[in-house]
Nanobody
Framework: QVQLVELGGGLVQPGGSLRLSCAAS????????MNWYRQVPGKQRELVAAISRTGSTNYADSVKGRFTISRDNAKNTVYLQMNSLKPEDTAVYYCNSGFIWGLQGPYWGQGTQVTVSS
């Protein structure tokens, strides 16, 4: 089992920045890919960014150039740096981890609310 704990959500004005973190514990050594998803009420959860253990990354078109995903393998932690935030970025952000690139993993964090509003 892998446990994921997210930190860093909150309220920010449009154009502002936030950094989310997700710390993995438990049987995390086998984890290959870590993802960030987000969800707004009434919509499906969508992939925001992904990073492999070797550093490959993938981003949703809507966040390219604004968000950066990174990971510290020694700390089993993944980060999502979000810049130039827009109101449409408002969502609950979830950390997700798994074993296969391009697929949703079986482990989820509890979610953290990000609200972009003036």
């Amino acid at each position: 089992q892998v446990q994921l704990v997210e930190l860093g959500g909150g309220l920010v004005q449009p154009g502002g920045s936030l950094r989310l973190s997700c710390a993995a514990s438990g049987s995390s050594a086998s984890i290959y890919v870590m993802n960030w998803y987000r969800q707004v009420p009434g919509k499906q959860r969508e992939l925001v960014a992904a990073i492999s253990r070797t550093g490959s990354t993938n981003y949703a078109d809507s966040v390219k150039g604004r968000f950066t995903i990174s990971r510290d393998n020694a700390k089993n932690t993944v980060y999502l740096q979000m810049n130039s935030l827009k109101p449409e970025d408002t969502a609950v952000y979830y950390c997700n981890s798994g074993f296969i690139w391009g697929l949703q993993g079986p482990y989820w964090g509890q979610g953290t609310q990000v609200t972009v509003s003036s």
